[in-house]
């Protein structure tokens, strides 16, 4: 139901569509490693398997946010824009 109000308002456009297509591979290679993993790992282990993916996806969930705001300040990411420092 929420699919058909969101599309019926237009809020689901072709480029979203485009982008939930272009993930689908993912979803479902995602879902399949789970299932293959499912009962075979112990607790411990899952918790060190989750914490490292999130180590590895806060970064890179970050950084592209990092260059944007570095490129909108007129710097790099090395170097503080002009009346940062005081």
């Not at 290679?29 to 914490?51: H, Q, S």
């Amino acid at each position: 139901m929420t699919l058909a109000v969101l599309g019926g308002t237009g809020r689901i456009t072709g480029e979203v569509a485009g982008w939930f297509l272009l993930g689908l591979p993912a979803i479902a290679a995602g879902t399949l490693l789970g299932w293959t993993l499912y009962g075979k790992l112990d607790e411990a282990r899952f918790r060190t398997v989750v914490l490292l993916l999130l180590l590895a996806s806060g970064p890179l969930l970050l950084f592209p946010n990092v260059l944007q705001l570095a490129r909108r300040m007129g710097g790099s990411p090395a170097v503080a824009a002009p009346g940062c420092l005081g």
